[in-house]
């Protein structure tokens, strides 16, 4: 009975496997609405007071930041992120896909300790292709913007860095 059951038991298993892999559409692969602005980045940042350029201020060096679809697969807007490595920010910006840049205005972000919204303002962003040289020496896409964050009023940082190239 042992032998039946197991036999049952592996025919079972196998027509299940086999449905599963089966086709569910026929469209091909393809990318986002805004994938020629979508990465993973290794950027640095600067910060500008009173026109002066303090280099890497806190001392961070490089760090990854991330730009990806909407649910929607929206084109003329995406998700933009420090990925919880700078100021905490995640937000959906608008862009403008054909020029390959973006920018807001007052976009919450969080509350501070106090209960205070923090508000930032992102500006002169843009995505160059070939804007860059990744560590392999080879050209690479770049990204560049500033941002002002109303908890440090005055300071404008300048966020920029390259595609990450996998190595």
Same mark, same amino acid.
């Given at each position: ?18 449905? =599963?892999? =089966? ?10 609405? %805004? !994938?020629?602005? &979508? ?5 640095t940042v600067?910060?500008? %007071?009173?026109? !002066? ?5 806190? *001392?961070?060096? =490089? /760090?990854?930041?991330?730009?990806y679809n909407? &649910? ?14 700078? /100021? ?5 910006? +608008?862009?403008?896909? =054909? ?6 205005k007052d ?14 303002? %992102? ?8 804007? *860059? ?5 080879? +050209? ?7 941002? !002002?964050?109303?908890?440090? &009023? ?6 920029? *860095? ?6």
């Amino acid at each position: 009975m042992k032998k039946y059951i197991s036999l049952f038991a592996t025919a079972l298993l196998l027509t299940i496997g086999f449905a =599963s892999c =089966s086709v569910e559409t026929d469209e091909p692969a393809g990318g986002t609405a %805004v !994938e020629k602005m &979508a990465g993973h980045w290794i950027v640095t940042v600067d910060a500008i %007071v009173d026109g !002066e350029v303090y280099e890497d201020p806190y *001392g961070m060096g =490089s /760090w990854d930041m991330y730009t990806y679809n909407t &649910a929607d697969n929206d084109a003329d807007k995406m998700w933009f992120t420090d990925g919880n490595n700078f /100021w905490g920010y995640e937000f959906k910006i +608008p862009i403008n896909l =054909s020029e390959r840049t973006f920018e807001i205005k007052d976009q919450y972000i969080y509350d501070d300790d106090e209960g205070e919204p923090v508000y930032c303002t %992102v500006t002169d962003g843009k995505i160059i292709e070939n804007g *860059g040289i990744n560590v392999n020496g080879k +050209p690479t896409d770049a990204i560049d913007y500033k941002i !002002e964050f109303t908890d440090d &009023a005055g300071t404008i940082y300048h966020v920029h *860095g390259v595609r990450y190239a996998g190595f």
